[in-house]
C-alpha cells in the first residue's frame, strides 16, 4: 500500500503564475488535509477535505488559494497569482476517517521567484 | 483560539546525556502528537498520546501527557546522534470546538553532537 503522494516535489513559478499542487491519499482514505510550513515553522492548517466536500477551510487565505477533493482523482490545492509569500513546503496527510490518525506525504516545496 | 507552545527551541546536546522537550498547550485536547522532521523531509509519527497519564517508550524516546497540566513531554536518554532531527509536538483539539487540523508547535531543532 503506498503512502500519501504528492506531486510535484518541487515547484517553481514566476510572481503571477498558478501553482497546483496534488496529493492522492492512501488507498481507502478519503480525509485530506493540508498544511503549509514556513521556513523554520511548525505546520499550519489550512484545510480538511471529504471526498467532494471542503469541511473546514479556516486555514486558508480567501484569496487566491482553494482546494478540492474530488470524487475520482487527487486532492488538488490551487494557488492563483502567486506573491513571493507562498513559497513553502505543502504538506498534505490523509486519514480514513477523522478519528483515526492522518499519515503525511512528502511534502511540495514551492518557490516564488 | 488553542495555542501550542514548545521549548526549547533549540538544543544542542552531547551524546549519551539525557534531556527533556517540554510542550504545554492552551485548550483541552482530544490527542497530542510527536513528530519528528529530518531536513526537507515529511513528518514521522513518534507517538499519539490519548488520555491523561499516558506514557509512551520507543527506544530512547518517552513521551508523557498531563491533561490537567495541559503539559506533554519528550524525554530523551542517552541520546545518540541519530536522533538529530526536529521533533513537533501537535494537538487535536476538534471535540472542543478547535479547526479540524492539528494545531502544531514551533518546533524543537535537536542537535546531537558526538
Known amino acids: 500500500n503506498a503512502g500519501v503522494m504528492q506531486n510535484p516535489r518541487h515547484l517553481v513559478r514566476r510572481r503571477g503564475q498558478e501553482a497546483r499542487l496534488r496529493c492522492s491519499p492512501m488507498k481507502g482514505h478519503s480525509h485530506v488535509y493540508w498544511y503549509r510550513q514556513l521556513p523554520e515553522e511548525g505546520l499550519k492548517f489550512m484545510v480538511y477535505?471529504?471526498?467532494?466536500?471542503?469541511?473546514?477551510e479556516s486555514g486558508m487565505p480567501k484569496e487566491r488559494f482553494s482546494a478540492e477533493f474530488p470524487k475520482e482523482g487527487p486532492s488538488i490545492l490551487r494557488i492563483q497569482q502567486v506573491v513571493r509569500g507562498d513559497s513553502a513546503a505543502y504538506f498534505c496527510?490523509?486519514?480514513?476517517?477523522?478519528?483515526?490518525?492522518?499519515?503525511f506525504g512528502q511534502g511540495t516545496r514551492l518557490t516564488v521567484v | 483560539e488553542l495555542k501550542v507552545e514548545q521549548n526549547p527551541l533549540f538544543l544542542s546536546m552531547q551524546e549519551g546525556k539525557n534531556y527533556t522537550i517540554y510542550c504545554n498547550y492552551s485548550t483541552t485536547s482530544d490527542r497530542l502528537y510527536w513528530y519528528r522532521q529530518d531536513p526537507g523531509k515529511s513528518l514521522e509519527s513518534l507517538f499519539v498520546l490519548l488520555s491523561n497519564g499516558a506514557v509512551k517508550q520507543e527506544g530512547r524516546l518517552m513521551a508523557s501527557l498531563d491533561t490537567k497540566a495541559r503539559l506533554s513531554t519528550l524525554h530523551i536518554t542517552a541520546a545518540v546522534h541519530d536522533l538529530s532531527a526536529t521533533y513537533f509536538c501537535a494537538v487535536d483539539s476538534r471535540s472542543g470546538g478547535g479547526a479540524d487540523g492539528l494545531t502544531f508547535g514551533k518546533g524543537t531543532h535537536l542537535i546531537i553532537q558526538p
Open positions: 477535505l471529504q471526498k467532494e466536500n471542503i469541511i473546514d
Open positions: 496527510a490523509s486519514s480514513p476517517s477523522e478519528v483515526i490518525e492522518a499519515f
